[in-house]
């Protein structure tokens, strides 16, 4: 039976009615579990929930709010966490049988510093095996019988159902972008490095980010400021402007359309919908040039499309350990096939080849940090199309693997809707720029006008 499908709630917008009196963060979590108990039964967002601490800890915020003091500007948001980051008060079990019921002796940094800020931590989300494997459980809130995306797959489908302002996710190639995009939210990768990694399980470690799935930019931004206050230490870089609120949104000057080889995967009706996002964009004024008319910008393309797939080999090579361990001591069959194909490539390379590929990255990143001098960021899809049916096939990562092997801040935005589906639109920026970027897709959500993903998207399947 069709159920209609919840606009995503905003702690940030919510909160201004916190601070006046006039609602509470228990009221607020409340909303969040009625969410939960109308829609996971049949999305299958998350492994583990803990409603008793998550209650104790609204009542706090609650308080906190009462008296004026309130820790952050997340005090009392509900947050979910991707099952391959620890969390010492529920098992972080990887989507593995490996790791069936392991409970962490302490938090990820990142959940860490989220606490201290007075944040909920509500429960954990659905991953795919080791967040590159098999897939797990969770189901596209607007049609069930196709994937949310991976490996963040719970996050994003929670998010979406209103279960929860904001979810943590990892990103490798894809698996924030992708699902935000699937499922119709906003979903940002911050520049690699700034949100600290510590206590996720990791597979590259030059590659891995923390990432932050939202109901609007507001939320995720103020999600990751806070992970990068609480959690800046030796080796981690800094949100630019984390203590500044939100960056205020700004109409960007110039962007760059990247085309890509995602663009071959996409069909007929992705490519006019995104041509004609193209068109508005540069009807409110705005530069957008692209290959067609930029030589520096072809030649950028052309080295992406001669180099692509040395990113999959960097990352096999990172990931070789701790998975040769998992198979010699638990049998090779305990591990999906996809993470025994990519040991098995790793155990072909060699150091050279690997020194080659941490050069070639090097070399595009100089290249694309040229291109991006010259703008405000590279406009792109975010997917190839809506998401595909089915579950085993979370969806091609092309588009977004751009960012993740360059280390770049990227968002997702929910600016298309292709056949009632969802698809996202990415805006790409420089290293270190992540405020920047966030005022340009302000803009571009806030006040640009662009589309309304849930005007066209009412309904998910039971």
Known sequence: MPRSLPEPVSFVRASAAFREGR???????EQCLAAVRR?????????????RAARKAADA???????????SPIDGCPVAVKDIIATADMPTQMNSPIYKGWRPKSDAAGVAALRRAGAIILGKTVTTEFAIGRSGATRNPFDVTRTPGGSS????????????????????????????AYCGVVGFKATHGVLHTGGIHLLSATSDHLGVIAASVADAWQVAAQISLGAAGPGVGFLAAATDGTPAPHQPRKLIRLFTRGWTETDAETRAAFDALIDRVKARGIDVT???????VAELESQFEHDLDGHLDLVAYEMRWPFEGYIARYGAKTVGPKIRELVGRAREMTPAHYESLLATRHRLQRAAAAVLARCDGFITLSCSGPAPRGLAYTGSRTFPSYASWLGLPAFSLPLLVIGELPVGVQLIGRAGADSTL?????????EACLADIRAKADTIEA
């Open 23 to 29: 609602s509470t963060p228990r009221a607020f979590l």
């Open 39 to 51: 829609y996971d039964g049949s999305i299958h967002a998350f492994v583990t929930l803990d409603l």
């Open 61 to 71: 915020a609650t308080r906190r709010y009462k008296s004026g003091k309130p820790l």
């Open 153 to 180: 797959s719970g996050s994003a489908a929670a998010v979406a159902c209103a279960m929860v302002p904001a979810a943590l996710g990892t990103q490798t190639q894809g698996s924030v972008i992708r699902p935000a």
């Open 290 to 296: 692209s290959r067609d008319e930029d030589p520096e």
């Open 438 to 446: 966030c005022s340009s897709v302000r803009w571009m959500m806030e």
